[in-house]
Nanobody, 115 residues
Framework: QVQLVESGGGLVQAGGSLRLSCAAS????????MGWYRQAPGKQRELVAW???????NYADSVKDRFTISRDNAKNTVYLQMNSLKPEDTAVYYC?????????WGQGTQVTVSS
């Protein structure tokens, strides 16, 4: 099993920044990708960004050039640096990890961007 614990959400004004963290623990060997999804009220969950064990990254078009995903292998932690935040970025952000054929989820952290 893999446990994921997110932190770093909160309330910020439009144009501001937040950094989310996702710490992985447990049976973390063979995790080949970690990333973030988000879900706004009344909307489907959408992929935000992911990073592979080889540090290859991918971003949703809506966050490119504003968000940066990175990882610290020594801390088993993935980060999502979010800059130039917009009200439409308001959502619950979920960390996930892919290990072999399984996907694990964190509990989610709320990000609210006020206009």
């Amino acid at each position: 099993q893999v446990q994921l614990v997110e932190s770093g959400g909160g309330l910020v004004q439009a144009g501001g920044s937040l950094r989310l963290s996702c710490a992985a623990s447990g049976s973390i060997s063979d995790i080949y990708r970690m990333g973030w999804y988000r879900q706004a009220p009344g909307k489907q969950r959408e992929l935000v960004a992911w990073i592979t064990s080889g540090s290859r990254t991918n971003y949703a078009d809506s966050v490119k050039d504003r968000f940066t995903i990175s990882r610290d292998n020594a801390k088993n932690t993935v980060y999502l640096q979010m800059n130039s935040l917009k009200p439409e970025d308001t959502a619950v952000y979920y960390c996930y990890a892919n290990k072999l054929a399984s996907q694990y989820w964190g509990q989610g952290t709320q990000v609210t961007v006020s206009s």
